[in-house]
């Protein structure tokens, strides 16, 4: 089953004149259709951070409400038509609620729908949209920033309808997507060779295989950490991806991988520890207490209460009262 993980963080030239976070994304599932939108709102529109989260919440309604209408129209530049009226529409909606002009609330536009085996994605300004085809991450649109670096189009702009980049298709091989603000950008994408970080593979695989809070607080903290002392600008990432052969769940992976996901180090006690964790997470397919799971790794409880919550930080261990269990991705639709 497909699976997301989004979050946004405030970036430091923006914290330091004490400005909002005008990156925005978002999550949706509804009638079988999975969205991750994302949007990053005009440096230069003094409420673009409320521009940017009405375009992703009317983005993600759109899509999951008219995924196979949009899917199924062979004239596309009708269906970024009705999509870009319908998002001005909320925005007008939005410039009458704080008294202000449209453009006041001018974003970029990000987007990833998908459903069954197919999929919609959707692109208007700077920022990356990439996916994993196979094993092989590739990027399906790179920025439009125009004849300048600090250029780029908006949903507000007389340009829009021209410059809204659309593609629809079968899924094939496709099992991830990612995108991205400029902000990231700047860390997980090289624009020489238009190619995408390998990390971020990491996270597709992540996003699979372990519970969705633990995810987000490790993205979250990557991307304030990490995305945010590269630049000063806010930092996004939006993330849907689902099981597959090249991203399979963890006890089906190798040594080496296994071991990096569950960020153990490579010294002389490697072997015994991964030993550990495996048999931890194969012992906790059924709920189990912290003596039962104790017993099982022949360790004292205090030490092996240490593992219990590494494995819950890293998101593959849930707890549930006293027992605690490992974490298993939903398999089908709810």
Same mark, same amino acid.
């Given at each position: ?81 009705? /999509? ?25 536009? /990000? ?54 980049? /659309? ?85 089906? /992976? ?81």
């Amino acid at each position: 089953m497909w699976q997301s993980v989004v979050c946004a963080a405030q970036g430091r030239g923006h914290s330091k004149n004490n400005l909002p976070c005008q990156d925005k994304v978002i999550a949706q599932h509804e009638n079988g259709v999975h969205v991750i939108a994302l949007a990053d709102g005009a440096g230069s529109a003094k409420l673009s951070h409320f521009g940017a989260q009405c375009v992703v919440a009317t983005t993600a309604q759109f899509l999951t409400d008219h995924f196979a209408e949009c899917f199924t129209c062979t004239d596309g530049r009708e269906v970024k038509r009705q /999509l870009l009226e319908t998002i001005r529409a909320a925005l007008e909606q939005e410039a009458s609620k704080h008294n202000c002009e449209l453009r006041d609330l001018a974003s970029t536009l /990000l987007t990833v729908a998908v459903s069954d085996e197919h999929f919609i994605l959707a692109h208007l300004g700077d920022g990356v949209v990439g996916y994993l085809d196979g094993s092989e991450l590739k990027v399906a649109s790179s920025p439009d920033n125009g004849e300048f670096s600090n250029e780029t189009t908006f949903v507000t702009s007389q340009s829009a309808l021209a410059a809204l980049r /659309l593609f629809k298709g079968e899924l094939k091989n496709k099992c991830g997507f990612v995108l991205m603000s400029d902000g990231s950008e700047q860390s997980l994408y090289h624009k020489q060779s238009k190619s995408l970080s390998p990390a971020l593979k990491t996270l597709m695989h992540l996003t699979c295989i372990s519970a969705p809070e633990a995810m987000y607080q490790r993205v979250s903290t990557a991307i304030s950490e990490i995305l945010c002392a590269q630049t000063n600008d806010d930092c996004s990432l939006a993330i849907l991806a689902t099981d597959s052969a090249s991203l399979p769940p963890l006890n089906e /992976l190798e040594t080496k991988l296994r071991r990096d996901l569950l960020v153990i180090k490579d010294d002389p006690k490697a072997k015994r520890r991964l030993e550990r964790m495996d048999t931890i997470l194969e012992y906790a397919r059924e709920p189990r207490t912290l003596k039962e799971i104790s017993l099982a790794i022949q360790l004292k409880p205090k030490h092996t209460q240490k593992r219990i919550d590494k494995l819950m930080q890293l998101g593959f261990l849930v707890q549930q009262g006293e027992r605690y269990q490992t974490y298993q991705a939903p398999q089908n639709e709810a």
